[in-house]
DNA sequence: AACAACATATTCGAGCTCTGATATCATGCG
DNA sequence: CGCATGATATCAGAGCTCGAATATGTTGTT
């Protein structure tokens, strides 16, 4: 048998003995606050991407700049951390991991001196081509039980909430 | 004057030149694939609430915990990883620094001699009031597009996403 | 040509998050 | 009692993300 953890009977303030929520209870079901419930869907979803492409060692990260970079190669780190909303820093350490397994390869712009272009080497298209079914698979699911206006409500919401200005 | 971006003419493939997409175009507007668009949303909530409450020494992770031992004070590290769908280890590191900036105090179970029962320490209740009308008010621009249908749907939405089983 | 302004890349330090492994505590069973 | 089981906490290592600072390259102005 499993005893009903020792927090739920707190010997602090008695009025204030913590009944936990389930997950889909309370502030964390569907009248929480949207933020709360924005940020729990996204660690939700990244925890089952990341032990979907666990076996392909690819992380969710890496496998938005392998998309990114399959979809326009020649794609400049800066480049790749303005369309992913990321910084530059944070694209060049998620590059550097890629790199050094072997699925990017990077030469320099023939034009300009310090610009290195990015492009998916044969493994990383391999790889790449792997990691979208399982994605795909995914992605499928979450959209499963919204009808059509709901969706567009959905996605409306979600590219709004993106692009809102400071 | 702005040059248009190096890369944008590219020297390499020349069918695959990259018209990079503005914010709001192509994968990255309301056609793209919904992970990637919550993971957008979601990217671009965390930054402007690290903006909101950089000057009051919280990041949103902090956040989160300190209203949780807010609501539910007696909360143990495991409590927290569960209510929170993180991992043990990762609360931890939260807690940590919470308490080296003196926002935690924590005292050990009365009954159980492992757990280490949490609170919010005076500054902690102070701080989290100020970062309360901070993050209320990003909160509040969050809804603001949306018609009541529309909100019921996003909120039923991000819960299922949230809750959808592996 | 010299300079200012800007873009690009990189380094450093900090915080968040995971997997995996280890140690301690509590409970139940032989 | 002794041991297995499960819960809790913690350590080690890896990857992601940011702000700040630095160095280098490009462009436009003086």
């Given at each position: 048998m499993r005893k009903p953890s020792p927090s739920s009977c707190l010997?602090?303030?008695?009025?204030?003995?913590?009944?936990?929520p389930e997950p889909?209870?309370?502030?964390?079901?569907?009248?929480?606050?949207?933020?709360?419930?924005?940020?729990?869907?996204?660690?939700?979803?990244?925890?089952?991407m990341e032990r979907a492409l666990a076996d392909l060692e690819v992380t969710p990260p890496q496998f938005v700049v392998l998309t990114m970079v399959g979809a326009y190669p020649g794609l400049s780190n800066a480049d790749l951390a303005r369309l992913s909303l990321l910084k530059p820093q944070t694209v060049s350490v998620i590059v550097g991991n890629l790199k050094r397994s072997g699925a990017l390869?990077?030469?320099?712009?023939?034009?300009?001196?310090?610009?290195?272009?990015?492009?998916?080497?044969?493994?990383?298209e391999r790889s790449l081509a792997r990691c979208r079914r399982r994605v795909d698979a995914l992605e499928r699911?979450?959209?499963?039980?919204?009808?059509?206006?709901?969706?567009?409500?959905?996605?409306?919401?979600?590219?709004?909430?993106?692009?809102?200005?400071?």
């Amino acid at each position: 048998m499993r005893k009903p953890s020792p927090s739920s009977c707190l010997p602090g303030p008695p009025s204030l003995a913590p009944q936990l929520p389930e997950p889909g209870e309370a502030k964390r079901g569907e009248q929480g606050h949207l933020g709360y419930l924005l940020r729990q869907a996204s660690v939700a979803l990244r925890t089952r991407m990341e032990r979907a492409l666990a076996d392909l060692e690819v992380t969710p990260p890496q496998f938005v700049v392998l998309t990114m970079v399959g979809a326009y190669p020649g794609l400049s780190n800066a480049d790749l951390a303005r369309l992913s909303l990321l910084k530059p820093q944070t694209v060049s350490v998620i590059v550097g991991n890629l790199k050094r397994s072997g699925a990017l390869v990077s030469r320099p712009h023939p034009v300009h001196g310090r610009i290195r272009q990015l492009a998916l080497s044969e493994t990383g298209e391999r790889s790449l081509a792997r990691c979208r079914r399982r994605v795909d698979a995914l992605e499928r699911r979450l959209a499963a039980g919204l009808s059509a206006a709901e969706e567009a409500a959905v996605r409306r919401w979600l590219v709004s909430v993106a692009l809102e200005s400071d």
